[in-house]
Structures are given as C-alpha cells and as structure tokens.
C-alpha cells in the first residue's frame, strides 16, 4: 500500500521539531565555543527567518485544508503556535548574546579578521585581473549572494564623519568631535556601532550622530587603490552610496536631537538600552511573542496621551475657566446679574450614563500581575479626543475573571475610583460626536518588574442617530474590538473569531463569546440637571462629585467676575482653594475625602442653611481649609501614583487618621477650618508655597 498523505497541520508539527533540534544544536555549539562567532550569527538569521515563515504559514491554515479529519484541531494549531513562539524568543535571546552592542572581547579578533578580510582581498583582486570576463561575473554574483546574506552587525569597515559632539558618559565609549573621521568596524542592531578614530582610539558611539562618507575625500584616495578595470563599477556604486547617504543623512538628522535627550540623561549600560527597547517600548511585541497577551492587546492610546501631553487631558485642566478668542473675557463663565450666580449655560451634548461591566474580556494570562483593571473614556469624534481623559477601576472575581463590574457596594461613600455613574459636557458640533471607552490593563511583569499600560480592547458609542437626534435612554450593548481606536476590523483574541460557525446553535455561541461592554443612559432629577448646567463646557467625571464641582464653579465665578477691579485684571488672587481645588481631580482619594467632610458638614445643616448659597460657599471654604488643603500639606502623605497597592494603601491609612485627628479637634475647640490648624505642634505640615496660596488665572486659564 502507498502510504498515506500526510495533512499540512502535521507537516508542520514536523518543521517544528527540525527547527528545535536546529535551535538546540545552535544553542549548543555556542555553549562549547565551536565555530565562530560570525557562522553561529548566521546560522541564527536563518533559522529565525525559517521559524518566522513557519509560523506565518502554520497562522493561514484552516481545518478545511486537512485531508482527514483531526481531532482537535484549534487545540493543536495552538500548541504548535506557542511551541514555535517559545522557539522565535530563544533565538532572539540567542542573537542579542552573540550580537552585544558596543565593544566586546571580540574587538580584538574583529580587527585582525578585517585586516586578513583586506588581505585577501587584494589577493583576489591580482587573481581576478587573470581571470576571464565569464569568472569575473561568477565572482560578482557570488559576492552578491554573500552580501544579501552577510547581516547588519558583521558588515565591512566603512568611513563615516561625526555629525556632533559626543561625550563618553561610561568605559568602553568613545569621545568624537563633529567632523572627526571615524572607521567603523561594527554595526550592530541597537544602534550603538563599533568604531576607531584616526588615533587608533576604539568605543561605541551612536549611529545617529554619523553620516555616511568622510566629506573631505578620503573614499577618492582609498579608491586609487583598487585596479582600473573595476572604475566604472566603482563609481556606479559610489553614486547610490551618496544616495542612499542623503537618506540617511536626513534620518540622522530627525533622531539627532532625540538621542541628545536621550544622552544628557542619567547613563545607562548598553545592555540596559536593549532591555528597555525590548520591554518598554515594544512590551506588547515580546509579551505577545511569549503568548501572555492576546493578539489584539495593544499599548494604551489614552493612557499614552495622560503621559506624554502634561495636563492638557486631565480633568484639573477643564475645570479652568476657558478665555474667549479676545483673551479680555470667557467664554464659559458668566454671571447672572439678578441672583449673582453663575449662569447656567446648555450645550450640544450632556448625557448621564452608568457602566454596567464588561463580559468575555481575555485575560493577560501568565507571565504578568495584574495591577488594575480599568476603562478610561473620554468624548471622541473618531479623530481627536474633545475632553478630559476619565478613569473607572473595576471590580475583579477570580471565580469569573473575564468579567469586570463596576460601582461595588460597600458602606460609606462609594469612592469616586470605582463610580461607573458618570456624565458627559460636551459643546462639540461633530456629528460623529461619541464617547470612547478604552478597557485597560496595568501590570507589572514578573520577569523583569517592569510596569505597563495595556489596551485590552475598546468600544465606542455614538451619542446621535443618523438624523441628529439625541439617543433613548435604555441600556446599549457594545461589542468591544481589538487594536487601537484607529484600527478597523481587528478582534481582541483570535480564537473566538477562528472559523465560520454553519448553524444556529453556533452563530449564538460565538455571539455569546464576544467581548461586550454594557451602557446604560439615564435621566438624572431636576437639581442635579441644574447643576450640570453649572459646569464647563466639555467635561467628562462622576456624578457623586457634581455638587462639589458646582460649588468650586460659583466660588470661581465671585472671585473672578464679581470681586476682582477691572476684567483687565490680571494680578496673583490669594485663594487657596481656586488655586489647589483642581488637583483633587487627579487625586481621586482626596477627592473622596473632600466628599466625606462635606456630608458630615451637611448633616448638621438646617433646611434653610441648604438653600442659602452664600452660607455654603462660606461653610465649603472651612471644609476645604480644615480637611484637603491640609492633607496636601501633610509630610506623611505619599505622592499619589496609579495602580500602586502600597502607596494607595498608605495614602488611604494617612488621610483617615487626618481626617479623624482634625474631626476630634474641631468638637474639642469648637472651630473648623481656621488656622490654628497649622499652628497646633501636633499636626506638622510642608512649607507654604506662593504657588499654593494665589491662583495665577494667566497661567491656568485654557
């Protein structure tokens, strides 16, 4: 009998076993130092470039492909997909060790095989004016070959001219003047090239402060070297060579200033600029190569915008009075002259919502601790975001672990962290107009301790229909994509989507394991639609903390509209609690504390003390005075960070014993929020700033 076909899944799984048994003989070999360094580097491209296509091909197969039914399939498939990964991360591992940046004990070696590398050179090239024309075309298809074979880091010497100053910060560098000449002897993948002076010097020196070629004719006088009959090929690739030079020369020139930035900071070993490569900038790359992450996780787009833009996306920042296009006014803050309040002002779009959980969401799996689980969101037209980036931690059950939940219940206030009840301002005339919500993942990993910010998906839901109109309140279930905002058609785990289902009883599996988030819109009573009314324009933060933002709203609008001179004004206004009160919006914990001494303060009020504004701007002063502004300056208090459980611990253990240390003082001396709280020896506080105590409109108005 023939023998039977084997089916491509199994064809495969035997690829798989060649390239291992390759990948341990490589591993081996270089173990017992046999065979140099050069073959060893070589024989890692090419299997790395084999299990690579492996890999792709083995992703493209289906189980109609098979010839024969198989047994578990997709379990296999998957068991092929992280055996070949686990082999591209020891061959990756493997090509850093036999390719290290910078100068090693093989420099020496390096040298002298370039010096036999010339010498034999020119010993072909008197052979070759001997030869015929057809051997010489051998010649040069052979060196061809071996060129597009040759990697990166084992290149020829070649001259290259210093484009600045460089000064070696750590031993084995090398200090290089602009313009100074440089050989380099070799480049390698980090950037980082091997190079001599023409003082015989050798260290490492960034690629991005060189450009190809000597600029004062050294190539001209090396050239005259070599025999008249290779003159024409010569110069043919003299002219791409200063093509390719003006490329790079303007590559050069963008990433020059970065890597000054990069430099002027604290040194950094070599090794530990790969590493940060490896981990931090393409973290998703390698923990998805290791398979800890599922293959539609990205880095976190909103997370990366809290980071890099400053302010400009805090909730502290669109909390500031907003001037007008005149500078000499603003454009959303008035004041009613009759009641002496702040107008109340309507917009485009203002929508309460609450955030019921999330279903079907993956899990990183191993490899990383889960810090936090979160969903940021923010109003988003599909091009730019238009309001403050807000954060929503949920809440995790190990017995369910791909559903997230939201607004716990606990006794006390509900923390202004965990609040899925939110609103939305937004004065934005875009039709596409929506609200963005990004599922997020911050985690540490546990191989190196290195933190990270995850996308684990998003969804969008658009707050107009087709004609413009306004959506019902009712609850909306959003399917949750994979990718960044900006990527179409991408899924958040692979293996849900793997096939197409051919009955009923299928299609409604796989609907129910789609990662969805579910949104509910809601109405909201009469007085806090008032106070919304109240608020910025574009603004997006929870609704337990409407009160107080409306309060901060008036006070800002007496001292800027009603007791300042001239509109013209523009001197330092002492108040403390204009000038700090923004900051509680990026301190949730302090914002919950302000919250708490302001409902102990209401309890205690009357009826008509409710409805006397004046009297609770002066009552929400003292508060303010006598609980948060001192825990601002409370030397014990830790700096908030995100998703650190020790520091939130301790930050939560320092404001109750404050807060409960200035509660008993306050019904001991019958006084709140005066300022012989900062003068009681028993309470130490930081040093007052100016900063502090006066709020600059210039510099913080939008």
Same mark, same amino acid.
């Given at each position: 009998m023939p023998p039977k076909r084997k089916g491509p899944l199994q064809l495969v799984k035997r690829e798989v076993d060649e390239i291992r048994k390759q990948v341990d003989s490589l591993v081996k070999d270089v173990q017992s130092q046999d065979g140099s360094t050069e073959d060893s580097f070589r024989r890692c491209q090419e299997v790395q470039m084999?299990?690579?296509?492996?890999?792709?091909?083995?992703?493209?197969?289906?189980?109609?492909?098979?010839?024969?039914?198989?047994?578990?399939?997709?379990?296999?498939?998957?068991?092929?997909?992280?055996?070949?990964?686990?082999?591209?991360?020891?061959?990756n591992t493997l090509s850093l060790e036999l390719s290290p940046p910078g100068p090693s004990t093989m420099a020496g070696d390096v040298s002298k095989e370039d010096g036999? +590398?010339? #010498?034999?050179? /020119? =010993?072909?090239?008197d052979e070759e004016e001997s030869d015929d024309d057809d051997d010489d075309d051998d010649d040069d298809d052979d060196k061809e070959e071996k060129q597009a074979l040759k990697p990166p880091s084992q290149s020829g010497p070649r001259i290259y001219t210093v484009l600045s100053d460089f000064k070696g910060e750590q031993e084995g560098d090398l200090s290089v003047q602009r313009g100074e000449v440089l050989r380099i002897i070799r480049m390698t993948t980090d950037g980082w090239w091997l190079a001599q002076d023409s003082k015989g010097n050798r260290g490492v020196v960034p690629k991005t402060y060189l450009k190809m070629g000597s600029g004062v004719g050294d190539e001209g006088e090396d050239e005259d070297d070599y025999n008249d009959e290779d003159d024409e090929k010569?110069?043919?690739?003299d002219e791409n060579e200063e093509e390719e030079s003006e490329e790079?020369?303007?590559?050069? +020139?963008? #990433?020059?200033? /970065? =890597?000054?930035?990069?430099?002027?900071?604290?040194?950094?070993s070599n090794w530990g600029t790969v590493r940060k490569a490896l981990t931090e900038l393409d973290a998703t790359d390698?923990?998805?190569?290791?398979?800890?992450?599922?293959?539609?996780?990205?880095?976190?787009?909103?997370?990366?915008?809290?980071?890099?833009?400053?302010?400009?996306?805090?909730?502290?920042?669109?909390?500031?009075?907003?001037?007008s296009q005149s500078q000499l006014s603003f454009s959303d803050l008035f004041l009613d002259p009759?009641?002496?309040?702040?107008?109340?002002?309507?917009?485009?779009?203002?929508?309460?919502?609450?955030?019921?959980?999330?279903?079907?969401?993956?899990?990183?799996?191993?490899?990383v601790q889960v810090l936090s689980r979160h969903i940021r969101l923010c109003a988003f037209d599909g091009t730019q975001v238009l309001s403050n980036i807000h954060t929503v931690r949920a809440t995790y059950n190990s017995k369910s672990p791909k559903t997230w939940s939201f607004s716990p219940k606990m006794t006390g206030i509900l923390p202004a962290l965990l609040d899925g009840d939110c609103f939305l301002r937004c004065n934005s005339a875009s039709p596409n107009l929506g609200i963005l919500f990004e599922l997020g993942v911050t985690f540490i990993r546990n191989s190196t301790g290195e933190r990270g910010d995850l996308s684990c998906g998003w969804a969008f839901?658009?707050?107009?229909?087709?004609?413009?109109?306004?959506?019902p309140n009712r609850t909306y279930e959003l399917p949750v994509n994979g990718g960044t905002p900006y990527e179409k058609d991408v899924t958040v785990e692979a293996s849900v989507t793997r096939g197409s289902p051919a009955g009923v009883f299928q299609q409604l599996l796989q609907a129910r394991r789609q990662p969805k988030l579910l949104v509910k819109i809601k109405s909201v009573n009469s007085r806090i639609r008032a106070q919304l009314s109240l608020l910025p324009n574009s603004l997006l933060h929870c609704l337990s903390c409407v009160h107080l933002l409306a309060l901060h709203r008036q006070l800002l609008t007496d001292t800027l509209l009603m007791d300042r001179p001239t509109m013209q004004n523009a001197d330092l206004i002492c108040n403390p609690v204009l000038s700090t009160f923004p900051k509680l919006l990026d301190q949730p914990d302090l914002l919950?504390?302000?919250?708490?001494?302001w409902l102990d303060a209401e309890i205690h009020m009357s009826r008509a003390h409710k409805r006397d504004l004046s009297y609770l701007k002066q009552e929400f002063v003292k508060v303010y005075m006598s609980s948060v502004y001192f825990l601002l300056h409370s030397p014990s208090l830790p700096c908030h960070r995100w998703a650190d459980p020790p520091s939130e611990e301790q930050r939560a253990r320092v404001i109750y014993s404050t807060l409960d240390a200035l509660k008993h003082t306050q019904h001991t001396t019958g006084q709140s929020g005066g300022p012989e709280v900062f003068l009681d020896p028993m309470h130490q506080h930081l040093a007052f700033d100016v900063s502090e105590l006066t709020f600059d409109l210039l510099c913080v108005a939008r």
């Open positions: 084999s299990a690579e296509k492996t890999l792709k091909r083995l992703k493209k197969l289906t189980k109609a492909d098979e010839l024969a039914p198989v047994g578990n399939y997709d379990q296999r498939k998957q068991e092929e997909e992280r055996r070949l990964q686990d082999i591209l991360e020891r061959i036999e +590398d010339n #010498e034999d050179e /020119d =010993d072909d090239d010569d110069n043919s690739n790079e020369e303007d590559q050069d +020139d963008e #990433e020059l200033a /970065d =890597d000054k930035e990069k430099q002027s900071g604290t040194s950094h390698v923990l998805s190569a290791m398979g800890a992450i599922p293959s539609g996780f990205r880095p976190s787009t909103l997370n990366k915008l809290l980071m890099e833009e400053g302010v400009a996306y805090r909730g502290s920042h669109y909390v500031q009075p907003e001037l009759d009641t002496g309040r702040v107008r109340a002002r309507q917009v485009r779009i203002c929508v309460c919502f609450t955030l019921w959980s999330c279903r079907m969401i993956p899990t990183p799996g191993v490899g839901l658009k707050l107009t229909d087709d004609a413009g109109n306004p959506l919950d504390a302000l919250r708490s001494a």
